[in-house]
């Protein structure tokens, strides 16, 4: 598991609603081996911090301005090369697939998983390859398959 000096998984948040950004940054700052180091509200933003702090961790919006798969590839490029997880509201198919693809380790449902987002931030910061979309293990038989 990457982390910090201080043995935390540094973290930067981004999402285009302040809400949610702020609601995500205290569900993480309130586990002990997280630690959010920037907030943002774009993709620009979001990748900016990331190369400022060297955070290991990128939690993004796929709908926010300057979002989706453009972006993961951008965060996944950096010369530290942090873990993307994209929390989205979205669950087709072609969204999901397309920001795996790009680079991301993670896609999660927003509100499906806020119980267990810590632990699949953790999964996927370790190495897994984590998706939390309903049918998602059908769809991915389907592309192995074909």
């Known amino acids: 598991m990457r982390t910090g ?4 998984i ?7 609603d302040r809400l949610v950004l702020r609601a995500l940054a205290e569900l993480l700052e309130g586990e002990p081996d997280f630690r959010v180091v920037a907030q943002a ?32 590839r951008e965060l996944v490029a ?20 397309s920001m795996l693809a790009a680079g991301g380790s993670a896609y999660l449902l927003k509100g499906a998983v806020a119980g267990d987002l810590p632990g699949l931030l953790r999964r996927c910061v370790s190495g897994h390859l984590v998706v939390a979309v309903p049918g ?11």
């Open 136 to 146: 998602a293990p059908d769809v991915v038989r389907r592309l192995l398959a074909g």
């Open 78 to 97: 950096l010369p530290h090369r942090p873990v993307v997880a994209a929390l989205s509201a979205q669950a087709d198919t072609t969204t999901w697939t």
């Open 10 to 16: 540094t973290v930067v948040v981004a999402d285009d």
């Open 41 to 72: 509200a774009n993709g620009a933003a979001a990748v900016a911090a990331a190369r400022e702090h060297g955070a290991a961790l990128v939690v993004t919006d796929v709908r926010m301005p300057g979002g989706g798969p453009d972006l993961v």
């Open 5 to 8: 000096a201080r043995g935390e």
